[in-house]
């Protein structure tokens, strides 16, 4: 099955740092990839729609400037959040479309990465 | 609006069978989903429906109804690696998924 890969797993920063975090599909081409952040308890929160070789697009209340997002290549977007605060502290989790997969728009999820700001 | 409305917990006995519902108002349907969630990890694909009716895969089956906006997942023979949070998510004319809050479901012995 289609697999997805983020890194890190999980990472502690001070406030005021910026903090990179990568998100690869290891065995398809995904021309679409989406980041999701997750607070306790709660549903998955769309952030942004990733497209290879164009701008992102964020979602309503998501800053842009905050979080960075590229999408270089068919194998790998990443997610930068930068000047990070506490309240940033979440579950940020991707996912890639594969459109190859023969079942419409099936998105297939990475492991997650635990952000702690302190 | 959007909506996607799901039980925020159930309780079931391990061996049982339980039913997650899911209601849902959408712009536009394009499939059904549910994912299991378990603690600290990130949603595995469980189901897609996009046609009315029950698909079935395993212990898991899916039943899809678009004219009543509606969805279950009924889990059979439950085990203790079930206890997970259920989410459901519907994908939009645009090709978007709107998540419901998910279902804890716990297993208790």
């Known amino acids: 099955g289609a697999v997805v890969s983020q890194h890190p797993s999980w990472v502690i920063c001070k406030s005021g740092t910026s903090v990179k975090i990568e998100c690869r599909s290891l065995?398809?081409?995904?021309?679409?990839m989406f980041w999701y952040r997750q607070f306790p308890k709660q549903s998955l929160m769309l952030m942004a729609t990733?497209?290879?070789?164009?701008?992102?697009?964020?979602e309503q209340g998501v800053e842009k400037d905050k979080f960075l997002i590229n999408h270089a290549s068919l194998t790998l977007s990443t997610l930068t959040v930068t000047s990070a605060h506490p309240e940033d502290s979440s579950f940020y989790i991707c996912?890639?479309?594969?459109?190859?997969?023969?079942?419409?728009?099936?998105?297939?999820f990475g492991p997650g990465t635990r952000l702690t700001v302190l | 609006g959007q909506n996607i409305d799901q039980p925020t917990e159930m309780t079931a006995t391990e061996g049982a069978i339980v039913q997650i519902n899911c209601t849902y108002q959408t712009s536009g349907f394009n499939g059904l989903f549910w994912y299991q969630q378990h603690a600290g990890e990130a949603p595995t694909f469980l189901s897609y429906?996009?046609l009315d009716g029950l698909e079935e895969k395993g212990r898991f089956s899916s039943f899809l109804s678009r004219s009543k906006g509606y969805s279950y997942l009924l889990l059979k023979e439950l085990q203790m690696k079930d206890s997970a949070s259920y989410l459901c998510?519907?994908?939009?004319?645009?090709?978007?998924?709107?998540w419901g809050a998910g279902t804890k479901l716990i297993i208790k012995p």
């Open positions: 998510a519907v994908m939009d004319s645009n090709y978007q998924l709107i």
């Open positions: 990733s497209n290879e070789g164009s701008k992102a697009t964020y």
């Open positions: 429906n996009v």
């Open positions: 065995d398809f081409q995904a021309t679409t």
């Open positions: 996912s890639a479309r594969d459109l190859l997969a023969g079942v419409i728009d099936t998105q297939y």
